[in-house]
């Protein structure tokens, strides 16, 4: 999505609508419980700006009305309170050039986290694909960071963690953040990580709770 020539509310009003129908998706999965989770679309780059979901609103409640548009350091620009995460939302954008970010509490994320908390090791699985990797290809580590409420402290975690093949991060104790090139990549990518979440969960701990 780009500014539209009206400025930041032709774009803002057309990334609503697409947040409105991804947070309601993800809500009747179960993924963004209460008001849990928050997603984020690139509006403008230049200066960045990015559509955020509001803070404390029921996802599966969303309307294009709770979106709010925030700058470069998360900081809303028009619009009500944005997610107390939006500054990650747009460190991650400004880290991978992501058009768009999702941030869901899954019980396979926080669980995975803390039997894995090295990373999880993910390999020969042919929905490995749905992230652009091969399904025959060398094992690739998920990230798992630790968590932090200070969101400078845990984009710095984000930053020094992540895998440039892997779109996504577990944090510790509180959910998984993937991203791709607009709304529809993004989801996809989270539907495929939770789905190897899930399975790496069914999967008997190593005894010795590594990797």
């Not at 996802?59 to 350091?73: C, I």
């Not at 944005?82 to 050039?97: F, N």
């Not at 709304?183 to 709770?209: I, N, S």
């Amino acid at each position: 999505m780009t500014t539209g020539a009206g400025g930041d509310v032709p774009a803002l009003a057309e990334a609503a609508a697409v947040l409105a129908a991804e947070a309601a998706r993800f809500a009747s999965f179960g993924w963004m419980r209460g008001t849990s989770g928050n997603l984020s679309v690139v509006t403008g780059r230049d200066p960045l700006r990015l559509a955020v979901t509001a803070s404390g609103i029921d996802k599966g409640e969303l309307t294009a009305a709770d979106v709010v548009l925030v700058d470069g350091d998360g900081t809303a620009v028009r619009g009500g309170r944005p997610s107390a995460e939006a500054a990650l939302h747009a460190r991650v954008v400004r880290l991978t050039g992501a058009g768009a970010v999702v941030h869901v509490h899954t019980v396979a994320s926080v669980a995975m986290a803390r039997r894995r908390p090295a990373g999880v090791v993910l390999r020969g699985l042919e929905m490995l694909k749905g992230l652009g990797l091969p399904a025959d290809g060398p094992a690739v580590v998920l990230p798992v960071i630790a968590n932090s409420q200070d969101m400078r402290v845990l984009g710095d975690r984000l930053a020094a963690a992540r895998e440039p093949d892997v779109p996504a991060v577990v944090v510790a104790g509180h959910g998984l953040y993937v991203w791709g090139a607009d709304p529809r990549e993004a989801r996809h990518r989270t539907e495929v990580v939770e789905w190897l979440l899930e399975l790496a969960l069914l999967e008997p701990p190593d005894p010795d709770g590594g990797r």
